[in-house]
């Protein structure tokens, strides 16, 4: 990122401005030393720590990949809490009860975030994942036995999936918040972790579908797969992350950000009340054209899929397995293309914002798929439209997550790392909504 990344922001306004000479020189160093952004002279601060063996690197994608895992597990579930609670529309409520939660916390934060500290934020978020995820498994063998009909669990359930949004806002925001901070590959990591939880729950579909049958018992055992899975992975991730916040390059990023602050407090004073207000406001001025891309993603991404793939297409040749398919080529594409962003980076916000406007028309093209020509209405055109519905969503998303916090002095970047997360669950929200409205 650098003086491309200024031209095109200046042109059109886009960004508010341009990346800082500061923030140009701590986090998009020149020169590169046998291509490890690590191995950089930065200015005068000294030699930047080299990330041995990339373990700070994996940590962060572990990361990404665990704060979805506990949503994956409920939703991936739900055939199994449908079968115990027929009554209630469980989809519908998890997603309210989820998204609600998550939004209203990450509200909170964003406001606050100058005055909490992250990682107490990460490994309380983790604590309660863990938690939350452990309330399922257990219920079920000492008190539900995979008895239908027992509404007081299915209470407590609805009660676990506040928490995990809870949990969600604390940990999403922080880690992105703390990648925002960091040279951009780590924040490439977060945002391909979140994919790759995505595959790994196709994964576990895949198999448990193969290998179980598909009745009351099989539900049981598959549900209760899902949780176990995703509690070992809160513990690694609780673990993985206490030993990366000591690693030398983040610590050697944190004392940048410390000495950045100690500066803008000397020349500006302490930032409370309305100084802390006008300073928020500009985070988001400067990012909020990132944020209106990433909403757009998301709505568009979540008004289609996956909804429109489960209950609106249908194939006579994979049966019940067509749905399945779909879901993991999206996620596959989805992982691709938020790794893509390692090997080129879009340094263009211009057209990164209008790739994500012109994504809007995936929704005449899906239309298509159910109305339009007979062959618009088989396997490969659904198919690979749902690929490209993943891949640019994954590709877009990473753009954008990666030079948002850019843009913006050090000691800002985790503001603008939560805000940008904030204007993603908010496209999540209102993708949610459109889902029911937009095909007839």
Not at 184 to 198: I, P
């Amino acid at each position: 990122m650098g003086s491309e990344v200024r031209g095109d922001r200046d042109e059109m306004g886009l960004g508010g401005g341009a990346m800082t000479d500061e923030r140009r020189n701590l986090l998009a160093p020149p020169r590169f030393d046998n291509g490890d952004e690590e191995a950089s002279v930065v200015g005068t601060i000294g030699v930047v720590p080299k990330d041995g063996f990339h373990v700070a690197y994996l940590v962060y994608f572990t990361l990404g990949a665990g704060f979805l895992l506990p949503w994956n597990a409920f939703i991936t579930a739900v055939d199994y809490f449908s079968y115990l609670y027929p009554a209630a529309p469980v989809d519908r409520v998890f997603s309210v009860a989820y998204m609600l939660s998550c939004l209203l916390l990450l509200l909170l934060i964003v406001g606050w975030a100058h005055k909490s500290s992250a990682p107490v934020r990460i490994n309380a978020g983790l604590a309660l994942f863990t938690v939350a995820l452990l309330v399922v498994p257990v219920m079920d063998a000492s008190y539900v036995k995979g008895v239908r009909g027992i509404y007081s669990a299915y209470d407590v359930t609805v009660s676990a999936v506040l928490l995990s949004g809870i949990a969600d806002a604390l940990v999403q925001g922080g880690v992105v918040g703390a990648a925002g901070e960091l040279p951009q590959r780590y924040m490439q990591a977060v945002v391909a972790g979140t994919a790759a939880s995505g595959v790994l729950v196709s994964a576990m579909r895949v198999i448990t579908k193969a290998i179980y049958p598909q009745d009351a018992h099989g539900l049981r055992k598959s549900a209760n797969l899902y949780f176990v899975v995703s509690i070992v992975v809160m513990v690694i991730c609780l673990i993985c992350y206490n030993v990366a916040d000591r690693l030398p390059v983040v610590q050697y990023y944190k004392d940048i950000k410390s000495q950045a602050q100690k500066e803008e407090n000397s020349e500006k004073g302490s930032m409370s009340g309305s100084a802390w207000r006008s300073t928020l406001w500009h985070i988001i001025g400067r990012i909020k054209w990132f944020g209106f891309g990433i909403f757009l993603i998301y709505v568009v991404t979540l008004s289609i899929f996956p909804g429109y793939i489960t209950e609106d297409v249908h194939s006579e040749v994979l049966k019940d397995w067509y749905p399945i398919v779909l879901i993991t080529g999206y996620n596959v594409f989805d992982l691709v293309g938020k790794s893509l962003t390692a090997f080129f980076l879009l340094e263009n916000t211009n057209i990164a914002v209008a790739a994500c406007v012109a994504r809007l028309l995936f929704y005449p093209l899906f239309l298509g798929c159910l109305h339009g020509p007979e062959f618009f209405r088989t396997e490969i055109p659904v198919t690979v439209l749902t690929c490209l519905l993943g891949l640019t969503n994954g590709y877009l998303t990473s753009v954008l997550m990666i030079l948002a916090p850019k843009t913006l002095p050090i000691q800002h970047a985790e503001t603008a790392g939560i805000a940008i997360v904030l204007f993603l669950v908010l496209g999540l929200a209102v993708g949610s909504i459109v889902s029911w409205f937009w095909v007839i």
